[in-house]
């Protein structure tokens, strides 16, 4: 019978951070890229031609790591 292992680790976060600032930084999506200490460099770049209709018009990006270049792509903004 398999076991499931459930594993949690809370960080407080440092005087001075709210919690919205936090959030805001997950939501963008530029910024996530940048604070990887992997990526060396990222630029945009044309959709691949397999990319999904719906995903098309997003703003994509090649990045270049220490070892491994990915392409990932930016949501179009969703208006609030």
Same mark, same amino acid.
């Given at each position: 019978m398999s076991k499931t292992s459930v594993f949690t680790t $809370?960080?407080?976060l440092p005087a001075g951070v709210t919690r919205? *600032?936090?959030i805001d930084t997950y939501h963008n999506h530029t910024e996530m890229i940048e604070l990887n200490p992997l990526v $060396? !460099? /990222?630029? /945009?770049?044309?959709p691949p031609s397999?990319?999904? *209709?719906? !995903?098309f018009y997003s703003t994509w990006y090649t990045i270049k790591g220490? *070892?491994?270049p990915i392409r990932t792509r930016n949501p179009p903004e969703r208006p609030v």
């Open positions: $809370i960080t407080p919205q *600032s936090v $060396i !460099e /990222r630029f /945009r770049c044309k397999y990319a999904p *209709s719906e !995903e220490t *070892s491994w």
